[in-house]
């Protein structure tokens, strides 16, 4: 779905989290008033579309009910013109109640993301949030009961996390069967109590490899679920770059396209036995990810003395593969063992 977003950067938020600063991540200094996104949504929507207008970067439930409708009164038009189907808003899982609910229903929203980041307690406390993970599940619940569609974001690699914590956090994400999830490695910014503990070595964030590694995990586990990530990685802008905003982390402007290389290197690498070349057929689409970035799984299979001769072929199903007359489906070839629980 095509996502028209506007970001109001920290507003109605009530905490600053240790990692938090929205303008630098979104690349937006200021706040736009009601009166600018009205002006600018003619310029942005199409005469006739499905998407979504969309409020980011703030706690837009816990906005003064005024300033709320003021916003969303402004998309009105543009819904019942037919040029989008509703509005999206990210928020808290503790700023969802009844009266929260009837005000977005009233304006418009279909969507809602709850920012979550962990279902860890201890993680949640390190990370300064204000909330603990039990009021996640009434949150969706309610949700759930009023039709909107429900997002889940989190956040591996915070201040007491590890890759256990993170997959068990996907795990109970997954278990309330969100629409969908972000995942977001944890990165150190410029201007935050995050930056800070890193600088004076009491937080060390995972590494480009290590995030890639796990969220290949993560993303296999949702595909197992049947529930879509998004969103691997923040996006990358003109304000994100090292030296600047970004302090430290598994930041990169392909995230994603990272993640997805490494299921496909992770579902070779079950496949192929022995050394020398071996012709393996993709869907012309998969390609690039079965490359990786600068031909990274090339060279990957060429130190083990195995040497892949792609070949694109359209009549190959997305995410399958064939080696040696045999198809395989790129899900089950990666296989990565059960969710632990604790």
Partial sequence: MKVYPFFIPHVGCP??????????????????SPEQVANDLPLLLP????????????????????????YLQQVEPFIANGQVSGVRISTRPDAIGEEQLNLLQQGGVTTVELGCQSFSGEVLEAAGRGHGPQVVA?????????????????????PGSDSGEALQSLRKALDLRPDFLRIYPAVVLRDTALENDFLQGRYRPLCLDEAVDLCAEMLWHCREAGVPVIRLGLQSTASLVPDEALVAGPFHPAFGALVRSRLWRRALTTVLAGQGKFPVQVHPADLSDVLDQRRGNLDFFETRGQYLVLQSDPGMGRDHFEVNGQIHA???????PPIQTF
């Fill in 15 to 32: 905490h600053r989290c240790r990692f938090c600063q929205q303008q630098k991540v979104s690349g937006h200094s200021s706040v736009p």
């Fill in 47 to 70: 005469e006739k579309g499905t998407g979504e207008v969309a409020f980011y970067g703030g706690s837009f439930t816990l906005l003064e009910p005024g300033l709320q409708m003021d």
């Fill in 330 to 336: 790129l899900q089950t070839a990666v296989n990565f």
């Fill in 138 to 158: 009434p949150a969706v619940a309610l949700l759930r009961s009023r039709s909107f569609q429900v997002g889940l974001q989190l956040m591996p690699g915070l």
